[in-house]
C-alpha cells in the first residue's frame, strides 16, 4: 500500500498542472513536452507492474509442489525485475524534479525561462536546458522499455 501510494504522489509531482499549464509547456518546450509524455506513458504502467508483482508472489506462496526450483528461480528473477523498473521509476521522478523543479516546468512566469540553475548556481542557458532535457528523455525512453520489458516477461509467466 505504501509503494502504491508513493507512486501516486510523484506522479502528482511530475505530471501535476492545469491543462492550461501543460499546453503551455508543449508550446514553450516541445523537447520538455516529449520527456513528460515518455514518463506519463511509463508511469500509467505502474499499476500494471504492482499488479503483476503480486500475482507472481501469490503463485509462489501458493503452488509449493508444483514449481520446481527453475521455475520458481523465474518466478523470482520477474519479481526483481518489476521492482527494479518499479524503483527506477521513483529515482528518475525525483532526480527530474530535482533538476528541474515544478516552478519551472509550466506556466506564463517561465516564458522565455532559463529553466533552473546551472551546477554552479548560475541561471541555466536554453542550450544546457536543452542538453539536459535530450538526456532525460534517453532515461526515460530506456525506463520506458525497461518497465515494457519487465511487464512481458512477467505476463509470460502468468500465462504458462
Request: proline content about 1%; some cysteine.
Amino acid at each position: 500500500m505504501r509503494s502504491i501510494l508513493k507512486v501516486i504522489f510523484f506522479s502528482i509531482i511530475v505530471s501535476c498542472g492545469s491543462t492550461a499549464d501543460q499546453k503551455s509547456v508543449q508550446e514553450e518546450d516541445p523537447l520538455k513536452a516529449e520527456v513528460i509524455a515518455i514518463h506519463d506513458e511509463a508511469m500509467a504502467k505502474m499499476g500494471t507492474m504492482m499488479s503483476l508483482e503480486q500475482q507472481l508472489k501469490e503463485v509462489i506462496s501458493t503452488t509449493d509442489a508444483t514449481l520446481d526450483s527453475t521455475q520458481i528461480k523465474d518466478y523470482e528473477k520477474s519479481i526483481q525485475e518489476l521492482s527494479g523498473a518499479h524503483d527506477a521509476m521513483m529515482e528518475w521522478m525525483r532526480n527530474f524534479s530535482k533538476t528541474f523543479p515544478h516552478e519551472t516546468l509550466a506556466g506564463d512566469d517561465h516564458k522565455g525561462h532559463q529553466m533552473g540553475t546551472s551546477e554552479n548556481g548560475s541561471k541555466r542557458t536554453e542550450e544546457e536546458t536543452k542538453r539536459l532535457l535530450e538526456v532525460e528523455k534517453e532515461k526515460a525512453i530506456a525506463l520506458r522499455d525497461r518497465i515494457n520489458k519487465s511487464i512481458s516477461n512477467a505476463e509470460l509467466l502468468i500465462k504458462d
